[in-house]
């Protein structure tokens, strides 16, 4: 063991950087072409450099794709089938296309791809690629079709089509009968879905005006089995993922073709004149699992289509169970080895499973060979074909006979490695060579890394984009940008160039799931999209903020804006600032006419009234002779109190201000040591709040309050509220500053005047009063359902402001919701797709039936990321679940059911469905679990025994209610809290539980 860590250590102390001219060295000999080398942000202020935000500019329903044409003009995808466009990205978008009844939107399938044409000023081109529904694949122009009808969760294929926008219109929409099909005109002929995920991709154009389009290996556990019943593929490509490696095959590819055909073109690595559509004309790199998202770095390659040089293009392919990838694509022929490698290194399983490659006959075949025996492999395997990136000749031995080189008139491919690659749990590598001139992989941060940076995890490479503009600071052009779905940072990424990767370092984190971004030519910044775990999409740009722009608004609404008047709520902006790190202030405005609030965290209560302008004020001072303030300079009307103006604090004009200032002629105080000022009202009413300013305060003679507080006349006497519930800021107030506005909310107190009674501050015993304003309760109370709009306005020291709004909904409450079907933990299957009901039963006190919205949602959960499926707005309708489960990772599916009533209150239940092979949530199908002792199943029902145990007897295995969140579990013990309460309260009832309590061996 010495031995052999010591060999490596001197050999990791040898390593180098890949360069690009040892990556064109890898090409073998025999190579016909040259060869290259898997449900939003916390802290807005903490997750961006300083002067960087992620501004939204607007919100979709699963939007896929972003892309900008040189004028600036903005087009946006949806899963679901809706193109939008807008002249810009700061005006509205409207719907130009919607080919929804021609999608496939489930799983991860939908419109994905999205392409605007270089010379749309010319032709107005625009193309799409998507997955196509089955039941508009086999019956779409027959009797049988029904555009009502859609059939998901069997395979089928993806097609690229492109539509002309009809100028006429503005581009708002496309000229009808103008779609022309340019890949996947048939079954037999598109690319192909096997499964419900790493299908498609995206589409961009090369440099050289060639059409790029990136294809999945289109295999992660088939949806229906049918791919080759149904000429999807062909029986040579019936070898699942290893379809990568075929090149006669779209599955697992980057194509380029012909925007105007779909052909393949010349200069494709593998292009036949003689039979242009083939696969193999239009592939032009291989080896790739889910190349979801590409960009092309500007002013690379060649403007000829024959050169075969579109650019160099810059691949993010999602990982399996470990590395996710930034694969850097130079050359026609590119390799990127999957699934026989994943990453720089071997992936799991690639080599272990052999597959033919049919186009690849062994000669050995049928021949005895001396001291072997007989050669039983009619066809190489694809791992027969591809050796690993090396300094060294690339070598390919015949299985059969190791000692005879393979000879195949199929190409033989040479491994080419990602720039960079980063795992799900341990890190992020860069390939190298050792001393030997072998491939390995060191760890970014390790010492001897040839690429500057720390390490980091990740766990779905997303897109990538070589930022080309001048909109943000020097130190941030001219880089890429690259982003992790799954785990919502934003890294930068350093290349020289030759584009060998020099340096790596983060951006934003959390920034949120990206899904696609793209170049704005016309204010030079990058936008991206978003999306929630409900299917929220938001379309943001990355801005830089010089000075002098507007401060960012962070609101916190409370978590139940809605209820029966008196409403107490809460709101919170005090995570807003200012990207140049000013100071804010803050302005609110509750919608209902009562006087704003100067905090960054109020409470206000609804429905309340302004009724200061109906009371008479009263105070201290008019007991005193004079019955007035004694200065001439002070502002001796009263109206002052009230008149609305509320000076910026550290305001120091006595005009805008009333005083109480009073002396007996010698300037000795005469108020007995107290003070009080308020209002008085011709009725009774029912008091909730106080908003007192301080006035300018005069050194140390006086201007506000040592102690102070809010009493309420009641049948002539004087009364102290006590329950306060919120004074903001905390009185008695500083010395300084002036004019700071303090509020008072309490609980509704009877009575027919009110005001602030205390001892004054200072050695002249007075205070002085900038506004002084009181709130009652509505009278007569609200009992309909009313809305009211809360904003918020942040404003900067140097005056710009920014603002948000929510909702407070009063006398109402959400709808009752109860879903009915399916269960709770009800199984779906995991052999064939299965549709479920989808039922609920729900009411509300406000409306009726009829007026209320309904909207399920059905979301898939994957390991730590989630899959939004499309709104469904039928009150009763069903739904279809994937057979993804017991590969090693987690699945689940969540059935979400949002009602909501006419003035916007809505109440959203879930239930959780595992799937019937995963019981206890593991990943790993229940019958191996038990079969390899990892569960118990004692009673022999093949379910793992953990799922026995029920300790609050409500008939769900604690182990899902907690799994789901369904119940709650603080100290993680595997028993629910409400059995563990049970005990506290000394029932003594609580079920026994093997090992730590989870049921799950240790």
Sequence with gaps: MQTSLTTLFLALCCITPLTAAQ??????????????????????????????????????????????????????????????????????????????????????????????????????????????????????????????????????????????????????????????????????????????????????????GTLLVSVGDGQAGSASSTCLVDGIIQPKEDIFQYRAQLVDSLSGKLLRLDPETGDGIPGNPWFDAGAPRAAKSRVFALGLRQPFRFQVRPGTGSTNPNDGQPGTIFLSDVGQSKWEELNVIDDAGTNCGWPIYEGVTVSFGGQAFLNPNMDAPNPLFGQMIPGIGLCEDAFFNVQDLIANASLNMPMYVNPCDPSQPVVSSEPLHVHFPPVIEWSHVVGARVPAYDALGDLVAIDIGAPGTPVAGEPFEGNCASESLWYTGTAYPAEFQNRVFVADFARGWMRLLDFDASNTLTGVELFADPIGRIVS???????????????????????????????????????????????????????????????????????????????????????????????????????????????????????????????????????????????????????????????????????????????????????????WWNEVRVQVRQAGQWVD??????????????????????????????????????????????????????????????????????TVEVSDELGTTASSQTQVFLANTPPDVTVTSPKPFQTYGTVVPETITLRAQFSDAQSFPGELDCAWQVLLHHNDHVHPGPIDTACVTSATFSTDACDGDIHYHEVRMTVTDPSGLGRTRSVFLPPACDLNMNGVDDATDIATGFSDDKNLDNVPDELDIDCDENGLPDLLEIFFGTTRDENGDGIPDVCRSAVNRGTGKLPGTPGNGTGLKQ
């Design 721 to 790: 509220v006590t329950d306060i519930n919120a004074a903001n800021p905390p009185y008695p107030g500083e010395f300084f500053p002036s004019f700071e506005l303090f509020e008072f909310v309490f609980d509704p107190v009877v009575g027919d005047a009110i005001r602030l009674f205390g001892v004054p501050g200072g050695t002249l015993d007075f205070v002085t009063v900038g506004e002084f304003r009181v709130a009652a309760l509505t009278d007569p109370p609200i009992v309909e359902p009313t809305n009211y709009t809360v």
């Design 23 to 208: 990556r064109a060295s890898q090409a073998p000999p025999s190579k016909s072409v040259p060869m290259p080398g898997d449900s939003d942000a916390s802290a807005a202020a903490a997750a961006f450099p300083a002067g960087f935000i992620n501004e939204e500019v607007g919100t979709f329903s699963n939007a896929t794709c972003v892309t900008f044409h040189t004028d600036g003009r903005v087009f946006v995808a949806e899963k679901g089938g809706r193109v939008f466009t807008a002249p810009n990205a700061d005006s509205e978008l409207g719907v130009m296309l919607d080919i929804s009844e021609e999608i496939a939107n489930w799983g991860d399938h939908g419109l994905v791809g999205l392409a605007i044409d270089p010379d749309f000023d010319i032709n107005s081109y625009i193309y799409l690629y998507y997955a196509v529904d089955y039941h508009h694949l086999m019956n779409f122009g027959t009797p049988s079709y029904d555009p009502a009808v859609s059939e998901d969760f069997i395979d089928t294929i993806g097609r690229v089509t492109r539509y002309t926008a009809d100028a006429g219109a503005h581009f708002t929409a496309v000229v009808p009968g103008s779609r022309k099909i340019l890949v996947g005109e048939s079954i037999s002929t598109g690319i192909p879905l096997c499964s419900d995920s790493h299908g498609i991709g995206a589409i961009h154009f090369g440099n050289d």
């Design 517 to 703: 971004m793209a170049y704005n030519p016309v204010d030079e910044m990058i936008y991206n999209l978003t999306l929630s775990d409900v299917g929220v999409s938001k379309l943001n740009r990355i801005k830089f903020i010089p000075a002098g722009a507007p401060p960012v608004v962070a609101l916190v609404a409370p978590a139940k804006p809605w209820g029966d008047g008196p409403l107490y709520l809460t709101f919170d902006a005090e995570g807003s600032f200012d990207p140049e790190g000013l100071d804010v202030s803050f302005t609110w405005d509750f919608g209902d006419g009562t006087v704003e609030s100067r905090s960054a965290r109020t409470t206000h209560v609804f429905p309340s009234t302004d009724i200061t302008s109906t009371g008479t004020a009263i105070a201290r001072i008019f007991e005193l002779s004079p019955p007035d303030t004694m200065t001439v300079t002070s502002n001796k009307n009263t109206e002052v109190m009230r008149d609305g103006d509320i000076p910026a604090q550290g305001t120091s004009d006595p005009s805008r201000q009333y005083d109480t200032f009073h002396h007996d002629g010698n300037f000795v105080p005469d108020k007995g040591g107290y003070d009080w000022i308020g209002y008085e009202f011709p009725q009774v009413h029912q008091f909730v709040s106080v908003v007192f300013q301080e006035g300018s305060t005069f050194g140390g003679l006086g201007g």
